[in-house]
């Protein structure tokens, strides 16, 4: 079949699993489209490619069109985002050196308790603590800030934060520029089998249901090429829930390692899909349910009170205005565009685009155009909640 | 098929040639080519591209039906064929082929598109298949070599399993290439060694 090509700029992540699979296992052909797949070595050239008119359409993280909204990610155009890509997927992990600190002073590294995690790092660091993050508008940084904020470190003198690419990440750790790093799958995986750090937690512990990636398109492109959009985020979409199947997940693994778009050992891949992890080198094994979500619950559906939860963590950062910056971030969240496209190809529509965001304890039936849709459990680990409606109150 | 299709209708009678173009254009702005006459059809198809083939025939003998399906690339693309009568086991040689679709005595204005439909469709998902069955046996055909790299190893430096493996992994990763290509080369010249 003939496919429309749309150039679609990636980072060698696990999370780009649903452009790749789209293209690989047809579903960008089956909708008469072809994703010319670009890898991109760093966000910020990325974001540029995106800006620059170079790609059409990007893997990108939640918090970078939020940032382009706010005025503050560089770049005039304005970014739109079709859906989320995946939910949470990412890894905290520490140099060995630091964990061995951290294990005599007790920690356990059950890779799930956050604040007995944090705490356990917060005693063990003398000084400032230093955090690789991918980028500075990214759901790293901002699941960082409010961790080790939450537990009262102060963030002025004690945390410093650096840009490090994912794949670099494990260089960075190795040659001591960094203590820390907070970094999507498999890169944190990849530190381990090198043995230069170990896992500490998995992000989804700090926040259960945190917008890790989103599918990021030029306003202009959308709304001169609305048939063209519509047709990737369809199968952007099927791509994400055959992958959401388990009995998927090898074949899903071989496919994302291909030395074109990963380039590392599929097994190690294979991880962040199912969930079961090796922390270090000494090869203790912790098993994550649900590390990262691609479809189930809604995972794709771009909640408008995810942006706004992005907007007031940077807005309340940088000193602007939380109202302005959460009033612009929900504009490029297009869970109208969203509801248009899926809803007629099977998707579950919530009833609402905005909701109480860490509110849900267990997983709980909402309203929606079905009536079939249950939101899993999306709690912070401070078990604070967010109400996007109190933002400047 | 809410989107423009390009489709080569393979018709010999004009008539039904038309009422097949009728009944596609009823459906959406398709891009439509008729090809009348069966020489030079692989030729014109593989010059063409089309999204879609449709091939009407009354009566195909079994010559006819495998030179039509070879031609028409149901590989590559979804193919229907249209057949007045059909002889025995016919239809069964045809999907086997690859075929998306084979109907007898089923030409009917209001049946082409819903047809074609079914035929774009079921062709997309076995493609999809085709697909996991190469990415799933290229695995296994790595995790073979893998494995007999690994018992070369343990038994040439008397280590564990998991040593074996994990001292793979290391090395591939050092040299920047993967386990996989490095098991081949180990397994290829223990060959040679032996």
Redesign the interface.
């Known amino acids: ?2 496919g429309v090509a749309i150039r679609v700029g990636f980072i060698p992540l696990v999370d780009a699993a649903p452009l790749i699979v789209a293209q ?4 960008a ?4 489209i072809a994703l010319d797949l670009m890898r991109a070595p760093s966000w910020s050239a990325l974001r540029d490619l995106l800006v620059h008119d170079r790609i059409e359409a990007a893997h990108m993280l939640a918090p970078m069109p939020v940032a382009v909204a706010m005025g503050q990610g560089g770049g005039a155009a304005r970014l739109d985002v079709l859906s989320v890509l995946s939910l949470n997927g990412t890894v905290i992990g520490v140099s060995g050196a630091l964990a061995q600190k951290m294990r005599a002073g007790g920690a356990r590294f059950d890779f799930a308790d956050a604040a007995a995690a944090g705490q356990a790092l917060i005693a063990a660091t003398r000084g400032q603590l230093r955090i690789g993050v991918p980028f500075p508008f990214s759901m790293h940084a901002e699941l960082v800030h409010y961790w080790l904020a939450a537990l009262n470190l102060p963030e002025v003198d004690r945390i410093a934060i650096r840009t490090v690419p994912p794949p670099m990440m494990g260089q960075a750790i190795a040659a001591g520029e960094i203590d820390a790093f907070c970094v999507g799958e498999p890169w944190g995986s ?1 530190a381990v ?3 230069i750090a170990e896992l500490l937690l998995p992000g989804r512990a700090i926040w259960a249901r945190a917008p890790e990636k989103v599918l990021a398109v030029r306003h202009g492109w959308l709304t001169g090429e609305p ?1 063209l959009a519509a ?1 990737m985020l369809r199968a952007s979409w099927r791509a994400g829930r055959w992958l959401d199947d388990p009995a ?1 997940h ?2 899903a693994a ?2 994302i390692a291909r ?1 074109e778009f990963l ?1 590392v ?2 097994d190690v891949v294979e991880r962040a899909l199912s969930g079961s992890f090796i922390i270090s080198a000494r ?1 203790e094994q912790r098993q994550v349910e649900d590390f990262m979500s691609f479809h189930r619950g809604a995972a794709s559906f771009p909640w408008r009170s995810q942006a706004a939860w992005i907007a007031a963590q940077m807005a309340r950062r940088s000193g602007s205005d939380p109202v302005a910056a959460a009033r612009a971030a929900r504009e490029v969240f297009r869970s109208d565009t969203y509801r248009q496209v899926l809803g007629p190809a099977g998707a579950e529509l919530p009833g609402a685009s905005e909701k109480l965001e860490g509110a849900i304890e267990a997983p709980t039936a909402v309203a929606s155009a079905s009536g079939r849709l249950i939101l899993p459990a999306d709690g912070f680990f401070d078990r604070r909640i967010f109400d996007p409606a109190s933002i400047g109150r | 098929m809410a ?1 423009t ?2 489709i080569i209708v393979v018709e010999q009678d004009r008539d039904r040639a038309m009422l097949i173009v009728d009944s596609l254009r009823s459906a959406g702005d398709h891009d439509i080519h008729i090809i009348a006459s069966e020489t030079g059809l692989a030729r014109q198809i593989a010059e063409r ?1 089309p ?1 879609v083939v449709l091939i009407d025939i009354a009566s195909p003998s079994r010559d006819m039906l495998e030179e039509l399906t070879l031609a028409s690339g149901p590989l ?3 193919v229907a064929i249209f057949v007045d009568q059909s002889a025995e086991g016919l239809g069964k040689a045809a999907i086997e082929a690859g075929v998306s679709a084979y109907v007898v005595d089923g030409l009917r204005a209001d049946r082409v598109t819903p047809i074609l439909e079914a035929a774009v469709a079921r062709f ?1 998902m076995f ?2 298949m085709r ?2 069955l190469a ?2 046996k ?2 296994l055909e790595e995790r073979k070599v893998i494995d007999r790299a690994k018992g070369i190893l343990m038994k040439a430096r008397g280590i564990s399993e ?1 040593e074996a493996y994990a001292l793979l ?2 090395t ?2 050092d040299k920047g290439s ?2 996989a290509e490095l098991a081949e080369a180990l397994v290829t010249s223990a060959g040679l060694l032996s």
């Open positions: 079949m003939n690989v296992l047809g579903f052909a089956e909708e008469g990849i089998e090198r043995g048939d047709r998927n090898i074949t071989e496919i030395p380039d050992p599929s090869g | 989107r299709l390009s591209s999204d590559d693309r979804p997309h493609q999809r697909s996991e990415a799933t290229r695995a998991d992994r290391k591939a990763m993967r386990v």
